[in-house]
Nanobody
Framework: QVQLAESGGGLVQAGGSLRLSCVAS????????MGWFRQAPGKEREFVAV????????YYADSVKGRFTISADNAKNTVYLQMNSLKFEDTAIYYC??????????????????WGQGTQVTVSS
């Protein structure tokens, strides 16, 4: 079993930055890919970014490329999502995820084995 706990969400002005953290407990290292998804009001949940625990493999959704950076600290069992140049449309609940498969540089919800509880990110325009 894997437990994921996110933190770091909040309210920020457009153009600002936030860093989300996800602490993983259980058998995650080497067993799962770690990623972030988000769900905006009235929209479906969407893939944001994914990283392997070695940190050398990362993929991003086109909407966040160049602005967001995902990283993993194996020693702390923690995955980070550094979000810069935030836009109003980045407003969403952000979920940490442990996934078993990567296809075409993305992770589908069907391949997520464990979810965190989510953390709210609100960007004011």
């Amino acid at each position: 079993q894997v437990q994921l706990a996110e933190s770091g969400g909040g309210l920020v002005q457009a153009g600002g930055s936030l860093r989300l953290s996800c602490v993983a407990s259980g058998r995650t290292s080497g067993h799962y890919l770690m990623g972030w998804f988000r769900q905006a009001p009235g929209k479906e949940r969407e893939f944001v970014a994914v990283v392997g625990w070695s940190g050398t493999m990362t993929y991003y959704a086109d909407s966040v490329k160049g602005r967001f950076t995902i990283s993993a600290d194996n020693a702390k069992n923690t995955v980070y999502l550094q979000m810069n140049s935030l836009k109003f449309e980045d407003t969403a609940i952000y979920y940490c995820a442990a996934a078993s498969r990567l296809i075409g540089g993305s992770v589908g919800e069907a391949d997520v084995n464990f979810w965190g509880q989510g953390t709210q990110v609100t960007v004011s325009s």
